[in-house]
């Protein structure tokens, strides 16, 4: 993925996943044809760099048809074209940059026109720390679109500013810092790989954190409150995916009693996310390092969850980093 790199690297504080409910919830289901389905159209954007490429090649293998590089005031003609304004049939995609001069005006203006025509709207936003940005785009040797006569940053802090209002509406902001190819797209398939499938979509992540925060983080666990195995001689070199460390942890006084109430809050907030309209969510779990309290955890929250009938996909973000 030369021309849109995304990469492994230790993110910057950003906000997360934040699905706005008047856009994700789009036509009423009285509203449509009987046996129509409801329109359904992407928007992908967000920072030069940060993996929208990746982002349209996964929701072609989805199906969707999807049109790359495309300027904000040609969305509803592509919509139309498409047949999605009046048919409301196959889903249809776009991906758009800032290169247009009146991006946040045509974007806005096109968003409006095709919702008012009842074609849903979800916007994808792609982004990425400064540094894995600067990291990326030298790394394959190429300017940035906006940074003219300029530094490399400079082009990156203008596209920031611009996107800025974008960002804060958009319905599903991912950051790919820490993301390689295969693990952006594995968000982008649990997002949009299944309208058809109940409930909610939760990505359960560990983290330790002395790395920092997960920037995509819907909702934060901290296993500090429990006794770290690190202490433990025969422990420390093992990980919260061994059993040794898995029964110290959920042994101790309070694991259990935590996993009972936590389990019963997720059940609450996974029903609002619902009735929300917001079906993907990002749960981090997290300790101090990474490596045996949140992992134990981690995976225990996923079993029980899973038990439930809960869409659970589960990954260790610092295992292993020491």
């Known amino acids: 993925m030369s021309a849109d790199p995304v990469s492994v690297s230790p993110s910057a504080g950003a906000q997360a996943v934040d699905a706005q409910a008047g856009r994700a919830e789009g036509v009423d289901a009285e509203d449509a044809e009987p046996g129509s ?54 889903k249809v995609a776009a991906v758009v940059d800032v290169r247009s001069l009146a991006f946040t005006t045509d ?37 940035h679109p906006l940074q003219g006569e300029g530094r490399l940053v400079d082009g990156i802090a203008r596209e920031r500013g611009i996107l800025r209002e974008v960002r804060a509406n958009a319905d599903l902001v ?62 420390r070199p093992m990980n919260g995916l061994d059993p040794a460390v898995s ?35 990002t749960l981090a779990v997290g300790c101090t390092g990474g490596k045996h309290r949140s992992v134990a955890m981690t995976e225990q929250i996923a079993s029980r969850l899973r038990d439930r009938g809960v869409e659970v996909q589960v990954s260790h973000r610092d295992v292993g980093r020491e």
């Open 37 to 90: 389905a409801e329109p359904a159209f992407v928007i992908v954007t967000g920072m030069s760099g940060a993996g929208r490429s990746t982002a349209a090649k996964a929701l072609e293998d989805l199906g969707w048809f999807v049109i790359d590089n495309l300027p904000p005031g040609l969305l509803f003609a592509m919509a139309e074209e498409a047949g999605k304004v009046k048919l409301a049939a196959d």
């Open 107 to 143: 974007l806005n203006a096109a968003i409006e026109e095709l919702e008012a025509r009842g074609v849903r709207v979800r916007v994808v936003f792609l982004e990425a720390s400064d540094e894995e940005l600067v990291r990326r785009f030298e790394n394959v040797r190429r300017p």
């Open 174 to 235: 991912i950051d790919t810092s820490t993301h390689n190819v295969h693990e952006l797209r594995g968000k982008i398939v649990a997002f949009f790989g299944g309208e058809d499938r109940p409930g909610l979509r939760l990505n359960v992540v560990s983290f330790g954190f002395k790395y920092g925060l997960p920037v995509d983080a819907d909702l934060v666990v901290d296993c500090r409150f429990l006794p770290n195995p690190h202490w433990v001689p025969e422990l």
């Open 247 to 281: 029964q110290y942890v959920l042994g101790q006084p309070g694991a259990k009693e935590f996993l009972d109430a936590y389990e019963e809050v997720l059940q609450v907030v996974a029903a609002g996310y619902a009735r929300e309209g917001k079906s993907y969510a």
